[in-house]
């Protein structure tokens, strides 16, 4: 594992030039600012833990005390289109960060939050998880339930709909 500090002085002038990979979602890899901390090329991040195929650190703006975001080191551009042993180690870095979020800063509650697509508010076009540690009056705001409830029937007939896709999905 590399620890923060050395995560801190690459990309230094011996460094090899940035690639101009251009992914799936049209972003130039180079240009990904969460490709850059991946590389170890952002000085300004606070780098919380890592290992070979992720990194977690402190976004520019925490929502609370302790607040890291989780992304893997290959240019993913969302959640849905990760492989599944990457997810596997993304989900493994969740829970170890998670744990050790949980320990340093005892929240009373807290989330486990990815984002995929413009209406899903998703602002960076790299895979990214948000540990967001809780407390009550955190001023985060409230994310559930819904202020209009869903319907039975539309529940029911939603759910026939997804059953059917994860079937399909398991062949």
């Known amino acids: 594992m590399v620890d923060a500090q050395t995560s801190r002085s690459a990309g230094v002038a011996s460094d090899p030039p940035l690639r ?29 833990c890592q290992a070979e195929p992720w990194v977690a650190f402190f976004p520019p703006e925490p929502a609370t005390l302790g607040h890291t975001l989780i992304i893997p080191r290959a240019h993913v551009p969302e959640f849905w289109s990760l492989d599944d042993a990457l997810a596997g180690e993304l989900a493994r ?32 076009l790299h ?12 001023g985060f705001g409230r994310i559930w339930p819904p202020e209009r409830p869903m319907s039975h029937e539309a ?15 398991a062949e």
């Open 155 to 169: 529940k029911e007939d939603l759910a026939e709909l997804i059953r059917a896709e994860c079937a399909q999905a």
């Open 127 to 138: 895979v990214h998880l948000h540990v967001v540690p809780r407390w009550r009056r955190d």
């Open 20 to 48: 101009n990979v251009v992914a799936d979602d049209g972003q130039v890899e180079g240009a990904c600012p969460f490709c850059r901390i991946a590389r170890g090329e952002d000085a300004s991040v606070e780098v919380i």
């Open 93 to 124: 870095a969740a829970i170890r960060v998670g744990r050790a979020i949980d320990r340093a800063v005892t929240p009373e509650g807290m989330n486990l939050i990815t984002s995929s697509g413009d209406a899903a508010e998703q602002t960076v």
